[in-house]
């Protein structure tokens, strides 16, 4: 079994900034890419940025320049430092894991519960 844990959201002005983390945890052998999503009130999920184990990173065009995501393989654990924030970056957002558990071949990607972040003044 595979869990995710996420904290690091709140409530912050516009302009402010907040660092989200998830870390893994239970048996795994290995992790793939590491993502991070959101979903405003009435909108669809959507992916905010990941990166590989490698480090590559990808980032949607609305967080590109203002969100950086960085992870620590030895500790299983993503972050997403969020800059700048908008009045429209107000979302739950959403850890996303590829893990390879113990035992298998295959990886499955995992979810955390999410974390709202609101932006308000």
């Known amino acids: 079994q595979v869990q995710l844990a996420e904290s690091g959201g709140g409530l912050v002005q516009p302009g402010g900034s907040l660092r989200l983390s998830c870390t893994a945890s239970?048996?795994?052998?290995?992790?793939?890419?590491m993502n991070w999503y959101r979903q405003a009130p009435g909108k669809p999920r959507e992916l905010v940025a990941f990166?590989?184990?490698?480090?590559?990173?990808h980032y949607s065009d609305s967080v590109k320049g203002r969100f950086t995501v960085s992870r620590d393989n030895a500790k299983n654990t993503v972050h997403l430092q969020m800059n700048s924030l908008k009045f429209e970056d107000t979302a739950v957002y959403y850890c996303?894991?590829?893990?390879?558990?113990?035992?298998?071949?295959?990886?499955?990607?995992?979810w955390g519960q999410g974390t709202q972040v609101t932006v308000s003044s």
């Open positions: 996303s894991c590829d893990v390879k558990p113990v035992g298998t071949t295959i990886y499955t990607r995992y």
């Open positions: 239970g048996s795994i052998f290995s992790i793939g890419a």
């Open positions: 990166i590989t184990y490698g480090g590559s990173t």
